[in-house]
């Protein structure tokens, strides 16, 4: 009953058939019974809130290196921290305030009130990665690359310079054949920049041995939809198109980006098929990506951490993203999943990086199916036990687990 545009092509030549069954023969009455476990079983719950393959494009070969058990229990170390998590909410009135009001705000959609939201959200979301970032584990990356920056001029939205941070491992700075890894920082879209996930990044420049560009594109709700996208692009394109003088070999060069970077990846991503250009690109990795309008659908379906975050995540997209929603709703630029089947068979080879109790793991899920039908998934890796932070947090399995996935993609993809 969902948007057809995100589905595989069997479920969308199956939907309108399957709409009539469920709602004219199997429902006694379809209203009333549609949040039932007893119509859809998919829909059972614990007690509340417990816890043809285009002639142009060959198909990708994976070499099938991550096949993680899933166990559907999180690590213990990730329940403890959400445990602390709890705790410090209990005891800070300040902070819990503030989560209240950021949930009541979710419901509104008036232009005060998204004034409002945003600068809460953004107020709670740069503490949490200045902590991260702070951690004394990610110093090697700042002591092995050399910081420098460039600027992309853009005029799709007004003429601005798109700000590019450039980290580059130490041990590589006198060769001229370097692998690129440009790369989409997270927050949503809508929060943080390329400074809050410097110390970050860095250590995948070193752990990965490639020149990453960190690039700064333009938050919503200041840029919408499609115009952030179209920031990263225009870096993607600037890379190429100057390789030799950034000492790249364009037969290298990486997108990546995680979660709001996921989604501006996949949208860059639509960009480059879209105008035959994906040739430029060896390889797109989005990780915890935003990917589709999945948590607009019912929540009573879905995992614990999908309904925690959905009413949030349908603001952002609504509010802050959407230049308008309505109108953009169908439109891959807003919701990349939705690309059709000709463009995904155009997409870069693919490597798509999720976690296993991650809100956006459905919609990934469901992309990468899609991806490996049009022959451009070379891996759908999913980190066990992990949730959408805690692969980013030093210390944890999971951001072990993760940063050798990374290492091994370099190694295996990248590099060969």
Known sequence: FSDPLAMTLEERKSHLGMRKVWGDLIAADYEQQKTSPHLFPGKARKQWYQRRVREDMSRVLSKNLFDFKLTGVMDDEVKAMEAQFEEMMKSSPEAKAMADRIKELELKHDEDSNKEYIKLLRAATEPFMKSIAGNEALKYGREQ?????????????????????????????????????????????????????????????????????????????????????????????????????????????????ESGGGYITLG??????????????????????????????????????????????????????????????????????????????????????????DMFITEASRLANRLRRAGRLLEFFVNPGATHVSNFIPGLKGNKVWIDTLKTIAKEYIHS
């Open 268 to 357: 860059a991503m639509v960009l480059l098929a879209e105008n035959n250009e994906s040739d430029l690109v060896k390889l797109a990795i989005p990780c915890i990506p935003m990917v589709d309008d999945y948590l607009f659908s019912d929540p009573l379906a879905m995992t614990v951490e999908e309904r925690n975050s959905h009413m949030g995540m349908r603001k952002v997209w609504r509010d802050l993203i959407a230049a308008d929603y309505e109108e953009q709703k169908t439109s891959p630029y807003l919701f990349p999943g939705k690309a059709s089947e000709e463009l995904l068979e155009k997409f870069p080879p693919t490597i798509i990086m999720e976690a296993e109790f």
């Open 145 to 257: 690359t050399t910081l420098t920056s460039l600027k992309v001029p853009t005029s799709h939205d007004g003429e601005f310079d798109v700000l590019v941070e450039v980290y580059t491992p130490k041990d590589l700075e006198n060769e001229t054949k370097r692998a690129a890894y440009v790369y989409a920082h997270g927050g949503g879209a809508v929060s943080l920049s390329v400074e809050d996930y410097r110390p970050l990044i860095q250590c995948f420049a070193v752990d990965m041995g490639v020149v990453v560009f960190n690039v700064d594109y333009r938050l919503a709700p200041e840029t919408k939809c499609p115009n952030n996208i179209k920031d990263f692009y225009e870096a993607i394109k600037f890379v190429s198109k100057n390789a030799e003088s950034l000492g790249i070999d364009p037969a290298k060069i990486v997108i990546s980006g």
